[in-house]
């Protein structure tokens, strides 16, 4: 048996964060988001695929319109007779006027299956001898361990368990955490394959003996410098034997590629320009792609670190952004602390401020305090401020 599994498309997304995109920007990358879709429902034809499985995240219930909703049921009623199968996630779930269960205007079509209940329930496909095992997110965010129990009901000898969960261990930072599982208990469930969604990179769950047992096939597209690198849909094979074997098929029209920049030594602009050129130059990033290049280090006083727009303007990729947080003055801060290396007031600062850091064992505090010196002293120095910590 063929199946193809993609999720966290989140058509219509709002699309903020820290890549900074303009109106006009934001409006090409949700236009993008619908072309990965279509891409991943392609990819089910081209790969004669008996099943396409969504475990959640379909669209963003807060501003998805009922246009769109309509545009993904028609891309599902052309690849027909695959089978579609979608979790509700927490993003996509069942709140008053989802178009899961008050489609405006269109219908969904008879070879898409929604599941549409918040306890685990089971649909047969005797034809391929398999079973499909879903749930839905019944409002945004179900945190109940739902796999510390078997999961109930009828399974055929290839039997598929769907749902939009987080895996212990792996959760990135700040990701609200969804039916929490362990990887133990999703293989005593004893499910042939699990399709997971919810995390936005790809991972594989194996059995102690190697065997492939779940994924995540991670989102369709980029949205934020989080979801950097290529982004997928999965297709898979169920042998006979129960045996998966997964491959994964870039579907996304642009990437997020993340650059880092030591600026140490860097003495003015025009050789920050160069540098960030060339590391953008060897990470592969094409025209198409969005950028993120994050500076670090320690800045000459001669660079003007906060003179980043002349990066940011330059027209080699769909957009770059420019994150300084990780970047410090080139002080040395005991010398200044010495009278003889300072003017008194300047002296007389640092030498507090250290004073300060030293005696906190805080490291959240003692991070505050090493951000006042150099505002301090930037201040003192007439130089420009700007935030430091953007993230």
Same mark, same amino acid.
């Given at each position: 048996?063929?199946?193809?599994?993609?999720?966290?498309?989140?058509?219509?997304?709002?699309?903020?964060?820290?890549?900074?995109?303009?109106?006009?920007?934001?409006?090409?990358?949700?236009?993008?988001?619908?072309?990965?879709?279509?891409?991943?429902?392609?990819?089910?034809?081209?790969?004669?695929?008996?099943?396409?499985?969504?475990?959640?995240?379909?669209?963003?219930?807060?501003?998805?319109?009922?246009?769109?909703?309509?545009?993904?049921?028609?891309?599902?009623?052309?690849?027909?007779?695959?089978?579609?199968?979608?979790?509700?996630?927490?993003?996509?779930?069942?709140?008053?006027?989802?178009?899961?269960?008050?489609?405006?205007?269109?219908?969904?079509?008879?070879?898409?299956?929604?599941?549409?209940?918040?306890?685990?329930?089971?649909?047969?496909?005797?034809?391929?001898?398999?079973? $499909?095992? @879903?749930?839905?997110?019944?409002? %945004? =965010?179900?945190?109940?361990? &739902?796999?510390? !129990?078997?999961? +109930?009901?009828? *399974?055929?000898?290839?039997?598929?368990?769907?749902?939009?969960?987080?895996?212990?261990?792996?959760?990135?930072?700040?990701?609200?955490?969804?039916?929490?599982?362990?990887?133990?208990?999703?293989?005593?469930?004893?499910?042939?394959?699990?399709?997971?969604?919810?995390?936005?990179?790809?991972?594989?769950?194996?059995?102690?003996?190697?065997?492939?047992?779940?994924?995540?096939?991670?989102? $369709?597209? @980029?949205?934020?410098?989080?979801? %950097? =690198?290529?982004?997928?849909? &999965?297709?898979? !094979?169920?042998? +006979?034997?129960? *045996?998966?074997?997964?491959?994964?098929?870039?579907?996304?029209?642009?990437?997020?590629?993340?650059?880092?920049?030591?600026?140490?030594?860097?003495?003015?602009?025009?050789?920050?320009?160069?540098?960030?050129?060339?590391?953008?130059?060897?990470?592969?990033?094409?025209?198409?792609?969005?950028?993120?290049?994050?500076?670090?280090?320690?800045?000459?006083?001669?660079?003007?670190?906060?003179?980043?727009?002349?990066?940011?303007?330059?027209?080699?990729?769909?957009?770059?952004?420019?994150?300084?947080?990780?970047?410090?003055?080139?002080?040395?801060?005991?010398?200044?602390?010495?009278?003889?290396?300072?003017?008194?007031?300047?002296?007389?600062?640092?030498?507090?401020?250290?004073?300060?850091?030293?005696?906190?064992?805080?490291?959240?505090?003692?991070?505050?305090?090493?951000?006042?010196?150099?505002?301090?002293?930037?201040?003192?120095?007439?130089?420009?401020?700007?935030?430091?910590?953007?993230?």
């Amino acid at each position: 048996m063929r199946f193809v599994q993609f999720s966290d498309v989140h058509l219509d997304s709002s699309i903020g964060g820290a890549l900074g995109l303009p109106a006009d920007k934001r409006a090409v990358l949700r236009r993008d988001i619908a072309a990965s879709l279509a891409r991943a429902c392609a990819l089910a034809s081209e790969c004669r695929a008996d099943v396409v499985l969504i475990p959640g995240d379909l669209f963003d219930y807060e501003s998805v319109t009922p246009e769109t909703a309509s545009i993904a049921a028609d891309m599902f009623a052309s690849i027909a007779p695959a089978r579609v199968f979608i979790s509700p996630g927490n993003h996509d779930s069942l709140c008053p006027g989802s178009p899961y269960i008050d489609p405006s205007g269109f219908r969904w079509p008879d070879n898409v299956h929604i599941f549409i209940e918040s306890n685990f329930r089971t649909v047969a496909i005797p034809e391929l001898e398999c079973s $499909v095992t @879903g749930i839905a997110h019944a409002h %945004a =965010g179900v945190t109940d361990r &739902l796999l510390a !129990e078997r999961v +109930p009901g009828d *399974r055929a000898g290839v039997s598929i368990l769907l749902f939009h969960g987080s895996r212990d261990g792996f959760i990135p930072v700040g990701k609200e955490t969804v039916i929490p599982f362990s990887d133990s208990e999703l293989l005593a469930q004893g499910f042939t394959y699990a399709a997971v969604g919810h995390y936005h990179s790809p991972a594989h769950i194996r059995d102690g003996s190697g065997n492939v047992k779940g994924a995540y096939s991670g989102c $369709v597209q @980029g949205r934020d410098i989080g979801e %950097a =690198g290529e982004k997928v849909a &999965l297709v898979g !094979e169920i042998a +006979p034997d129960g *045996r998966v074997e997964l491959e994964s098929r870039d579907v996304a029209e642009r990437r997020v590629v993340s650059v880092e920049v030591d600026v140490t030594g860097i003495r003015d602009i025009a050789g920050l320009l160069a540098k960030v050129e060339a590391v953008e130059a060897a990470s592969g990033a094409r025209p198409r792609d969005i950028v993120s290049v994050a500076l670090y280090g320690a800045a000459a006083s001669t660079l003007e670190i906060n003179d980043t727009d002349r990066i940011e303007r330059t027209e080699r990729f769909f957009h770059t952004c420019v994150n300084t947080s990780r970047v410090v003055p080139d002080y040395d801060l005991r010398a200044l602390a010495r009278e003889s290396a300072a003017p008194s007031l300047k002296s007389a600062f640092v030498r507090r401020m250290l004073e300060m850091i030293d005696n906190t064992a805080d490291e959240r505090e003692q991070a505050a305090l090493q951000d006042a010196v150099y505002y301090g002293l930037y201040a003192l120095d007439g130089r420009k401020l700007e935030p430091r910590d953007v993230d």
